[in-house]
C-alpha cells in the first residue's frame, strides 16, 4: 500500500523574520537537553547547574526552560526582541515552524502563519527537509 502523501507534498517557505513571536505569549513550554542546557552554559558563560537552577524547571518529569510572568522565554530580550542564546538554542526553536502540530493539516499552518509572519514566505524547504526537522522533536 502506497504511502499517503503529506499535504505539504510539495514543500513550504519559511524565512524567520526575528519577531520574537514564537518566543513570547501564552505560556508553554520549552523542551531541553542536557546537552543543550550545556551548550546554553557555554553560550552564557555560566556553569551547567547556574542554568538549570536560573532557566530550566521540570515538568511532568521532563526539563523546560522557564519563562517570564509575561510568557516570554528566560533568553528573550524584550529591547531588541532577540533570543540571547540564539547559537545554543534547543532543537525546539531551531525546528520551528516544521513542527508536527503545525504540518497537522492547512487549518493548523494557516494558524501557523497568523502568528508568524515568516512561516509560507522566502526560503523554500522540499518535503524531505521538512520532514527532518518535523521528526528532531515531537511537537
Not at 531541553?32 to 551547567?48: L, M, N, P, S, W
Not at 517570564?68 to 520551528?96: I, L, M, S
Not at 494558524?111 to 518535523?134: D, V
Request: glycine share 8%.
Amino acid at each position: 500500500m502506497p504511502k499517503h502523501s503529506p499535504w505539504y507534498k510539495d514543500g513550504l517557505s519559511f524565512t524567520c523574520t526575528q519577531c520574537g513571536n514564537c518566543c513570547t505569549g501564552e505560556p508553554g513550554v520549552v523542551w531541553v537537553t542536557e546537552e543543550e542546557i550545556a551548550k546554553i552554559a557555554e553560550v552564557r558563560g555560566q556553569t551547567i547547574e547556574e542554568v538549570r537552577a536560573q532557566h530550566t524547571r521540570l515538568i511532568e518529569g521532563r526539563v523546560s526552560l522557564t519563562e517570564r510572568e509575561n510568557g516570554d522565554c528566560t533568553f528573550f530580550d524584550a529591547k531588541t526582541r532577540h533570543c540571547t542564546v540564539y547559537g545554543a538554542r534547543p532543537a525546539q526553536c531551531r525546528t520551528w515552524p516544521f513542527w508536527n502540530s503545525n504540518l497537522e493539516n492547512r487549518q493548523a499552518w494557516k494558524e501557523t502563519q497568523e502568528s508568524c509572519p515568516g512561516a509560507g514566505h522566502g526560503e523554500f524547504f522540499p518535503l524531505e527537509e521538512i520532514e527532518r526537522r518535523a521528526r528532531v522533536i515531537d511537537i
